[in-house]
């Protein structure tokens, strides 16, 4: 059956019908996964950390021998807390995604069975080796007549197939499992598989990754920082996908990039940024951002590097409505309003909505708020994913099915950012990130946001998040462009749209009966010291000189 569509109830009917398939593949996984059971069900109460390393380690490789489906499921359980241990988590993020090449006989028929030539008529040249394998395909670099050289993706043959058989099989286990399993999901471990299912069965759909690139560089288009390969659509196909070949070096070793003149910290700063870009205002993101899908390549004028993006089976997006949320929760965090930030919980699905958030807010305060400390700058994002896996176990948080990939996405980010610089913060960067959006204020509930910030719930300013606002965005660190944030703040303080901000603060000027002149003065003399004529002046010089821009 050559489907693309996974359908876990015709799968299921499918696989019935070919005993043969199904039969001894369900013995072999049974008795791998008795034993892991067993082993794990033994020690799981320990609390001797090396004995969980082991038994996370024995869970990956147990995964990893069941091959493609079982890789990319211990990879899914990777970003969920929910489910899984954090310290078997820490393992299974190791889980790398490859398999030995299969027979270069085999990727020649792909290739004519989907091509409708023979790869010696298609290319000036093809090597009888791939460069690189994975679970589901290999990569072979080759040359187009006359033109450059290409990246040529074939499928591993019966993919199709295997994943369908496999996924059976483990939907089966879920449903079976699932009831008897210590977990407080709120739904059924069928629904998880299921969303993996058809995850799974996207990443192998080759003309959807090639859409996938078209659109993800489209996002790109006007930013010189990062690039992404163009897809060679005649020569590519369901099963066959070829790319411009992207020459740079993967991110993996700081003294590597060092050594091409790159600039590792510019370079985490560039992909922690379009990340953000990606979730928080594009609202379609790479869900793989690991080390072997980004590539570091030389300033296209001399500059100290950009980035290019490869791989785009694994894609997501992310509602209007979400991003809004996300945008809020980070208010609510860096506010410190954690009863807020347990209703942004559950608004995104975490939570469920009748869930009694009274011992969830003090859990929160403890966990977020001692990461906190005094200031944005000391937020650790990796000890507090840490502990709030935790959470996931003494309270009924769950993680919805489309954040999974968010999760994902994130988790692989920090843990790029911090090997090639341990002390990095992502939160250093999200927060002006964020700021920067809020103080535009380009949409209404980004207004809506920005009013939670300045004013406290009795409609009282507050000088002291908005100088800390404007602090991290105009800071000694900070690249922002002065110009436009004073434009869009005079039109919102002056335009139709900001009725809401110029009510709030003739409300809170004249509170209690009384003309509040010391917080307007403050008020203005932030605003005189941020938005200074000599610093607008340097910013439009700035935009006006084509060399102080990024390369």
Not at 439 to 462: A, C, H, M, N, P
Request: with cysteine; glycine share 8%; hydrophobic share 45%.
């Amino acid at each position: 059956m050559s489907t693309l569509h996974y359908n876990s109830r015709i799968d299921f009917q499918w696989l019935l019908m070919r005993p043969w398939m199904f039969f001894g593949r369900l013995i072999k996984v049974l008795i791998t996964l008795s034993g892991l059971a067993f082993g794990l069900a033994s020690q799981a109460s320990s609390n001797d950390p090396e004995v969980q390393k082991r038994l996370g380690r024995r869970l990956l490789m147990t995964l990893a021998g069941l091959g493609p489906c079982f890789i990319k499921l211990g990879q899914a359980l990777s970003t969920r807390p929910d489910l899984l241990r954090r310290d078997w988590l820490d393992e299974l993020t190791n889980l790398q995604d490859n398999l030995p090449a299969f027979d270069h006989r085999i990727a020649l028929r792909t290739i004519y069975e989907e091509l409708g030539a023979p790869a010696d008529e298609l290319f000036e040249e093809f090597p009888p080796k791939p460069i690189a394998t994975a679970s589901l395909g290999q990569v072979y670099k080759a040359k187009i007549h006359g033109q450059n050289w290409v990246a040529v993706k074939v499928q591993r043959p019966q993919l199709t197939t295997v994943l369908r058989r496999d996924l059976v099989i483990i939907r089966m286990m879920g449903v079976i499992t699932g009831p008897i399993l210590p977990l407080n999901l709120g739904f059924g471990l069928g629904e998880i598989i299921d969303e993996f299912g058809r995850s799974l069965f996207e990443e192998i759909n080759y003309c959807q990754e090639a859409e996938n690139a078209e659109r993800f560089a489209s996002l790109f288009v006007g930013n010189p920082a990062v690039t992404v390969p163009k897809v060679e659509r005649s020569l590519s196909s369901k099963r066959v996908l070829t790319t411009s070949w992207i020459q740079g070096t993967k991110l993996r070793e700081r003294k590597e990039l060092e050594a091409q003149n790159l600039d590792p910290t510019a370079l985490i700063r560039t992909g922690v940024m379009s990340g953000l870009q990606q979730l928080l205002e594009f609202g379609y993101f790479h869900a793989d951002p690991h080390p072997g899908n980004l590539f570091a390549l030389p300033g296209r004028s001399g500059g100290m590097g950009y980035l290019a993006y490869v791989d785009f089976g694994m894609m997501d997006s992310i509602s209007n409505e979400d991003r809004s949320i996300l945008t809020g929760a980070v208010v609510h965090l860096i506010n410190r309003d954690f009863q807020a930030l347990a209703q942004d919980f559950v608004a995104l699905g975490f939570l469920n909505p009748h869930a009694d958030l009274t011992p969830i807010i003090p859990a929160l305060e403890e966990v977020l708020g001692g990461e906190l400390g005094d200031n944005v700058e000391s937020f650790n994002f990796k000890a507090v994913t840490d502990r709030f896996s935790e959470l996931m176990f003494d309270y009924p948080f769950r993680v919805p099915a489309r954040f999974a990939l968010i999760i994902r996405a994130v988790v692989s980010q920090e843990g790029l950012a911090l090997r090639l610089d341990p002390t990095f913060k992502i939160i250093g960067v999200a927060y002006p990130y964020v700021a920067r959006r809020l103080l535009v204020g380009d949409t209404k509930e980004l207004r809506e946001k920005l009013l939670e910030v300045i004013f406290d719930k009795s409609g009282r300013l507050q000088i002291d998040r908005l100088k800390n606002l404007l602090h991290v965005v105009v800071g000694k660190d900070s690249n922002t462009d002065l110009v436009p944030m004073a434009s869009a703040g005079l039109r919102l303080l002056l335009g139709p749209a900001g009725g809401s901000l110029r009510q709030q603060l003739l409300l809170t000027l004249v509170q209690d009966n009384y003309l509040h002149t010391d917080e307007l003065k403050e008020l203005l003399k932030l605003v005189y010291e941020t938005f200074s004529f000599s610093q607008i002046a340097t910013g439009m010089l700035q935009r006006l000189n084509p060399l102080t821009r990024q390369t």
